[in-house]
């Protein structure tokens, strides 16, 4: 069945360093690929989504390529802030009425 | 406008007591759906419905009884609770393969 890998976390970066949380997806067909954005105490909120080969999502400075060939859509932003500190879930929906989650990966900045 | 709301977003209860969570969209999406977060933030889906009908069982014990009066509410019923129900408990909603939108948490402790 599909299914969505991510690193581990947590990842513990300073202000201002570069990121990147690693996401694999297995799939048939051409799934629609998200990253979610969980903070304390808060229910799921979208950051970014990509619905076909080679799309760019982007927002608040964070960014995803969706790459069938290396089945990836990595997280990257070029300077995390303490506020980024949270819990990111990379997700993919095929069209079978489920969204299949990573086991998410907590973020913690430090100023 | 709340997109997703959830009630109540605590709920603390005795073993072997029944309790309902309340979900309502104002987005007018088809499909709606209950996930469980555990304690190490891993979701899982539990149901979606479509149209008012049960489209997923991810193989949830029947002491847990979804009930879509409209499209635009799915609501859950939980008989006879036990101490591994406890964890946060969200609704989403969507529009086909398009991004799920979720509330906020209902957060369901069992002493």
């Known amino acids: 069945g599909d299914s969505v890998t991510q690193m581990e976390g947590p990842v513990t970066l300073s202000e201002e360093a570069f990121l990147t949380i690693n996401c694999t997806y297995t799939?048939?067909?051409?799934?629609?690929l998200f990253w979610y954005v969980q903070y304390p105490g808060e229910g799921l909120q979208l950051l970014l989504k990509a619905t076909k080969a080679d799309d760019k999502g982007s927002n608040k400075g964070f960014e995803a390529t969706y790459r069938k060939e290396t089945t990836s859509f990595h997280l990257e932003k070029g300077s995390v802030q303490v506020s980024d500190s949270a819990v990111y879930f990379c997700a993919l929906s095929s069209g079978t009425y489920k969204y299949i989650f990573g086991t998410g990966t907590r973020l913690k900045v430090l100023a | 406008d709340t997109a997703v709301s959830q009630t109540p977003k605590y709920l603390v209860t005795q073993m072997g007591n029944d309790k309902s969570i309340k979900c309502e969209q104002n987005l007018g999406h088809d499909t709606m759906y209950w996930y469980k977060q555990d304690s190490k933030k891993f979701l899982k889906i539990m149901f979606s419905y479509n149209n008012k009908e049960l489209i997923i069982n991810e193989t949830v014990p029947n002491r847990f009884s979804p009930k879509s009066p409209d499209k635009a509410h799915l609501n859950l019923h939980i008989n006879s609770l036990e101490l591994g129900d406890s964890a946060v408990y969200f609704c989403?909603?969507?529009?086909?393969?398009?991004?799920?939108?979720f509330g906020q948490g209902t957060r369901l402790t069992v002493v």
């Open positions: 989403a909603s969507s529009h086909e393969r398009a991004e799920a939108f």
């Open positions: 799939a048939t067909g051409y799934p629609s």
